[in-house]
């Protein structure tokens, strides 16, 4: 059999703009609450870490009764084989309101996001200690980016408009993964 495949088709590969940041697909950026128990030195509102007990360093706690959900999320990530060279962290932030009598505003974890999107180094969202409430105003910003947003679904489906266990009619996310655990 002959190998002129030119007969058949005829295939031009451009590569019209070569990936230019530093990316990894390997790298997850986790969303969450800050550390429960409050430290002299506040983590970064987004930081790198390249192991567990950096993440540890910042103030999470990663296991027991008093385990932060960011915490155990950094755990879970660096227990991978092989593990990721960065877990990047964006803490949800709250501020005080000077001029309503000393209200605290506490971030969507949206907004988190958006403050971590400009942070290059990371492809896919995790959250941790986010309410469920919130997947679906995520997932609706993350179909915006270049990025991808994973979460865990610990009911079967969750509760359709009727009560019933299946799920509600809406938007298609392409860029959103749950998984069932």
């Known amino acids: 059999m002959s190998k002129n495949y030119d007969l058949i088709a005829t295939v031009d590969i451009d590569i019209a703009s070569p990936l230019v940041d530093d990316t990894s697909f390997d790298n997850l950026l986790i969303v969450g609450p800050l550390p429960k128990v409050a430290t002299d030195k506040a983590p970064p509102k987004v930081g790198a870490y390249s192991s567990i ?3 540890l360093e910042a103030g999470w706690v990663a296991s027991g009764d008093d385990a932060d959900p960011v915490g155990v999320a950094a755990q879970v990530a660096f227990s991978q084989s092989p593990p990721p060279a960065l877990v990047y962290i964006a803490p ?6 000077q001029d309503g009598g000393g209200e605290s505003k506490t971030e969507s974890a949206v907004e988190t996001i958006q403050r971590a999107i400009s942070y290059n180094g ?3 969202v995790c959250t941790a200690g986010v309410d469920a409430d919130e997947y679906e105003e995520i997932a609706a910003f993350i179909e915006t980016q270049e990025k991808m947003f994973c979460y865990t679904e610990l009911g079967f489906f969750g509760a359709g408009e009727d009560g019933s266990n299946q799920p509600s009619v809406g938007a298609v996310y392409y860029r959103t993964k749950g998984i069932y655990g």
Request: hydrophobic share 40%; glycine share 0%.
């Open 53 to 55: 007990d950096e993440v």
């Open 92 to 97: 949800i932030q709250t501020t005080t309101v």
């Open 122 to 124: 990371w492809y896919v």
